[in-house]
């Protein structure tokens, strides 16, 4: 019954994870839901067919399993709460991607239907840009936290870029899509979201000088139109990295005058000096997720307590982990987006996939120094299926070319 459930949905798994990926994008709950489905679809192939492991990559599973379980066994040890422990919730994802490459390796095409769904999910944000009802200050939230937005359309500029094995006429493979992207990114006033899109800038001119000649003399006098374009968003874009940029500087030159943090800027810094102080005496195991906020608002100044421990996480991924479970914790949590760039680079895909992958792993590196980029569901399920869509798709193709070029059986017992 089970089994013939699941040969019945195997055409609509495809448009369904898509619908998962725009909506995930667009911070909508039933997204969540069909991250979920195919996570059980997961667990229930990885315990009744063995078989389904194969699309997993052991590394990969294994470092997030390691994280996980020092995770929890540090929980445990120090008697911290398990019911309404969030941290508890996002590992509790993390490891359900585990899981995940056994449902997502039903999909044919599993690469294409994160790519498709990207690019859909970024018109969907710039059709609704003009009716965000929240949108104050030029910062557009769509309903979510303004950060969190720009991080998961970030996420899905850079999926889009990829190149699709078959697109839809009217979604083509093109770099362009990041810097779509880029817009609603801009307008949501995040500037930790930002510096990836000077990467993939770079990226690009790298790999477009060398290939000019080769480009028809009619596309190349594209250029010209193109430039003015983007020279004419430049223009309002720069006014919103120079408003972001000077607002910072003020916070940074009021705290240098005062010794009070009262924005966002001037108490990270507070904050983060607090974190190193914490880190330090309790390097290997930290002081638990618990109670980190609490320990770095009494290591800092009394003036700043306050303001401190208002905050439910320490604007920094990697003090925040090494806060809360420690050197050890960091260099597993490290290990994952290690381990997925080592494995990416190996298999060595075409499409754009390497580049992206590094610049995925650069933008949660520069956004999770400003931000907790892992101490969010949207995020935690934006980054993790990323890379698990990623490696499944790298799989995939792997053993799609190894039996494909495998002589037949009768063809191999002659030849032996």
């Given at each position: 019954?089970?089994?013939?459930?699941?040969?019945?949905?195997?055409?609509?798994?495809?448009?369904?994870?898509?619908?998962?990926?725009?909506?995930?994008?667009?911070?909508?709950?039933?997204?969540?839901?069909?991250?979920?489905l195919?996570?059980?679809?997961?667990?229930?192939?990885?315990?009744?067919?063995?078989?389904?492991?194969?699309?997993?990559?052991?590394?990969?599973?294994?470092?997030?399993?390691?994280?996980?379980?020092?995770?929890?066994?540090?929980?445990?040890?120090?008697?911290?709460?398990?019911?309404?422990?969030?941290?508890?919730?996002y590992?509790?994802?993390?490891?359900?991607?585990?899981?995940?490459?056994?449902?997502?390796?039903?999909i044919?095409?599993?690469?294409?239907?994160?790519?498709?769904?990207?690019?859909?999910?970024?018109?969907?944000?710039?059709?609704?840009?003009?009716?965000?009802?929240?949108?104050?200050?030029n910062?557009?939230?769509?309903?979510?936290?303004?950060?969190?937005?720009?991080?998961?359309?970030?996420?899905?500029?850079?999926?889009?870029?990829m190149?699709?094995?078959?697109?839809?006429?009217?979604?083509?493979?093109?770099?362009?899509?990041?810097?779509?992207?880029?817009?609603?990114?801009?307008?949501?006033?995040?500037?930790?979201?930002?510096?990836?899109?000077?990467?993939?800038?770079?990226?690009?001119?790298?790999?477009?000088?060398?290939?000019?000649?080769?480009?028809?003399?009619?596309?190349?006098?594209?250029?010209?139109?193109?430039?003015?374009?983007?020279?004419?968003?430049?223009?309002?874009?720069?006014?919103?990295?120079?408003?972001?940029?000077?607002?910072?500087?003020?916070?940074i030159?009021?705290?240098?005058?005062?010794?009070?943090?009262?924005?966002?800027?001037?108490?990270?810094?507070?904050?983060?000096?607090?974190?190193?102080?914490?880190?330090?005496?309790?390097?290997?195991?930290?002081?638990?997720?618990?109670n980190?906020?609490?320990a770095?608002?009494?290591?800092?100044?009394?003036?700043?307590?306050?303001?401190?421990?208002?905050?439910?996480?320490?604007?920094?991924?990697?003090?925040?982990?090494?806060?809360?479970?420690?050197?050890?914790?960091?260099?597993?949590?490290?290990?994952?987006?290690?381990?997925?760039?080592?494995?990416?680079?190996?298999?060595?895909?075409?499409?754009?996939?390497?580049?992206?992958?590094?610049?995925?792993?650069?933008?949660?590196?520069?956004?999770?120094?400003?931000h907790?980029?892992?101490?969010?569901?949207?995020?935690?399920?934006?980054?993790?299926?990323?890379?698990?869509?990623?490696?499944?798709?790298?799989?995939?193709?792997?053993?799609?070319?190894?039996?494909?070029?495998?002589?037949?059986?009768?063809?191999?017992?002659?030849?032996?």
């Amino acid at each position: 019954m089970i089994k013939r459930w699941l040969l019945a949905r195997r055409p609509f798994d495809s448009p369904f994870l898509t619908l998962g990926v725009v909506l995930l994008v667009l911070g909508n709950p039933f997204a969540k839901w069909i991250f979920s489905l195919f996570g059980l679809i997961g667990v229930n192939l990885g315990f009744a067919r063995h078989r389904t492991w194969r699309y997993a990559d052991p590394a990969f599973c294994a470092i997030i399993v390691c994280y996980v379980a020092w995770t929890v066994l540090l929980v445990l040890a120090r008697d911290e709460p398990i019911l309404d422990n969030r941290f508890l919730t996002y590992t509790g994802i993390m490891l359900g991607f585990v899981f995940l490459p056994m449902s997502i390796s039903l999909i044919r095409q599993p690469l294409d239907t994160l790519i498709l769904g990207s690019r859909l999910a970024i018109l969907a944000v710039m059709v609704l840009i003009p009716f965000d009802p929240l949108l104050n200050d030029n910062r557009l939230g769509l309903g979510l936290n303004e950060a969190i937005l720009a991080f998961l359309v970030a996420v899905a500029g850079l999926a889009a870029r990829m190149e699709a094995r078959r697109p839809e006429p009217y979604l083509p493979n093109s770099r362009l899509w990041t810097y779509v992207s880029l817009v609603p990114v801009l307008l949501t006033g995040t500037r930790a979201a930002w510096f990836v899109y000077v990467l993939v800038a770079v990226l690009d001119l790298l790999s477009l000088l060398p290939r000019w000649r080769e480009i028809p003399t009619r596309i190349r006098w594209l250029a010209l139109p193109a430039v003015a374009v983007a020279l004419a968003m430049a223009v309002p874009a720069a006014s919103v990295v120079e408003n972001r940029w000077d607002a910072g500087v003020k916070e940074i030159q009021r705290l240098e005058e005062t010794g009070v943090a009262t924005g966002s800027v001037d108490v990270r810094a507070v904050m983060w000096g607090g974190t190193l102080a914490v880190i330090a005496d309790n390097p290997l195991t930290g002081v638990g997720s618990t109670n980190r906020v609490a320990a770095v608002a009494a290591a800092v100044a009394a003036d700043n307590a306050g303001y401190v421990g208002s905050f439910t996480h320490l604007h920094n991924m990697f003090l925040d982990e090494a806060a809360s479970n420690g050197l050890v914790g960091l260099g597993l949590l490290l290990g994952i987006f290690g381990v997925f760039l080592v494995q990416v680079t190996r298999a060595a895909p075409g499409g754009r996939v390497v580049e992206t992958s590094y610049a995925f792993v650069f933008l949660v590196v520069t956004f999770g120094s400003f931000h907790g980029v892992l101490l969010n569901e949207w995020m935690v399920l934006s980054t993790f299926s990323f890379m698990t869509l990623v490696l499944v798709s790298i799989r995939r193709e792997a053993f799609r070319l190894r039996y494909s070029t495998r002589p037949p059986a009768h063809a191999a017992h002659r030849m032996g």
